[in-house]
């Protein structure tokens, strides 16, 4: 099996496949119109339900939730696929972990019947941890394994997994109360797709082939909020909600 080029992984002044950078800010993008969107709703300027309920916003929110986390499944194959790393995967284990943590305090002060106990952080955190495990896995069982995850919960739902400690799974029969929600079952399936297909791509030398040494300056800026995606993440909410509260003062 061909692995990723050691040089392109392990060396900082390597080719950077700029390609997968402007896959993360189309979804940085995605993420923040749908926050938007959320937070339009938040204060009354749209009907209730427009962001949650079956619809386009709604499908646009699974779309880039998946986003993400298949783009996580590509980045561990990329980061370790020539052999793992410990030191630089437990330092960006960290670095997730802990954003997480922040959006879990964060949204129970905002929202107390509904915060983020196990949203997309946390989702890419453990994923990542599992990751490890399939990570010498031939790819199309890897693939199986994806469609598993996927139905999972048309299947394996119980009683037993109702109680709190559990809801990480998504195997609870109960509903959940919170604004964002990506247990393992079914989320995980995107990262193990990401994961897969990274593995193949590698086989067929697609990055090598992608990698851009000396990109453009509009490659550079189509990529730059991908580069910074986790800062952008923690802080377009509060930006978000700012002005349009500020936005909401004005105009009354």
Known sequence: MVTADPRHITTPSAPRVVALDIARSAAIVAMIV????????????????TTT???PWRTLAIVTAGSFLFLAGVSLWMAHGAGLRWGAF???FAK???AAALVTLATYFAFPDAFVFFGILHSIALCSLLGLAVLRVPWPLIL???ALVFFAPDFAKSNAFNAPYFWWTGLQTISLRTVDYEPIFPWFAPFLVGL????????????TRLAT??????LRLLSL??????????????ILIGLIWVATQLIR
């Not at 749908?34 to 339900?49: C, I, N, R, S, V």
């Not at 909020?225 to 509060?238: A, D, M, N, T, V």
């Open 144 to 146: 199986v394994l994806a």
């Open 90 to 92: 437990w330092a960006r």
């Open 96 to 98: 997730v972990a802990g």
């Open 53 to 55: 309920l079956p619809g």
């Open 34 to 49: 749908y926050h938007f969107t959320f937070d339009l709703e938040l204060f009354g300027y749209l009907a209730p339900g």
């Open 196 to 207: 897969a297909l990274a593995k193949l791509a590698d086989r067929a030398g697609l990055w």
């Open 225 to 238: 909020p991908g580069r910074y995606s986790l800062i952008l993440y923690l802080i377009h909410q509060p």
């Open 213 to 218: 040494p000396d990109p453009s300056r509009s």
